[in-house]
């Protein structure tokens, strides 16, 4: 069992940064594959990253390469998201997910087990 919590949400101003932590529980988050996803009001939940339990692969939604960055520290059994240059379309609450299948890169909700509680990310104009 994996326990996730998400940290480092809040409200900024278009064109700031934000960095997003999912510190998960248990010792097997190293060899789990991590994801966020984020649900804004009125739409479905969406990809936004991923990445293999050994850093080695990444994928991004085309609506945040460039923008955002995803990345991992296994030793403090955290996952990131490092988002600059935010913009109003990105205000949604976001969550960190992990799937079993370590090796592998999922941008698909339901390939993933474990999910933290969410946390809002609001961009101002």
């Known amino acids: 069992q994996v326990q996730l919590v998400e940290s480092g949400g809040g409200l900024v101003q278009a064109g700031n940064s934000l960095r997003l932590s999912c510190t998960a529980s248990?010792?097997?988050?190293?060899?789990?594959?991590m994801g966020w996803f984020r649900q804004a009001p009125g739409k479905e939940r969406e990809f936004v990253a991923a990445?293999?339990?050994?850093?080695?692969?990444?994928s991004y939604a085309d609506s945040v390469k460039g923008r955002f960055t995803i990345s991992r520290d296994n030793a403090k059994i955290t996952a990131y998201l490092q988002m600059n240059s935010l913009q109003p379309e990105d205000t949604a609450v976001y969550y960190c997910?992990?799937?079993?299948?370590?090796?592998?890169?999922?941008?698909?909700?339901?390939?993933?087990?474990?999910w933290g509680q969410g946390i809002q990310v609001t961009v101002s104009s």
């Open positions: 248990g010792r097997t988050f190293s060899s789990y594959a």
């Open positions: 997910a992990a799937s079993r299948l370590g090796n592998a890169i999922f941008t698909i909700a339901n390939m993933y087990q474990y």
């Open positions: 990445i293999t339990w050994s850093s080695t692969r990444t």
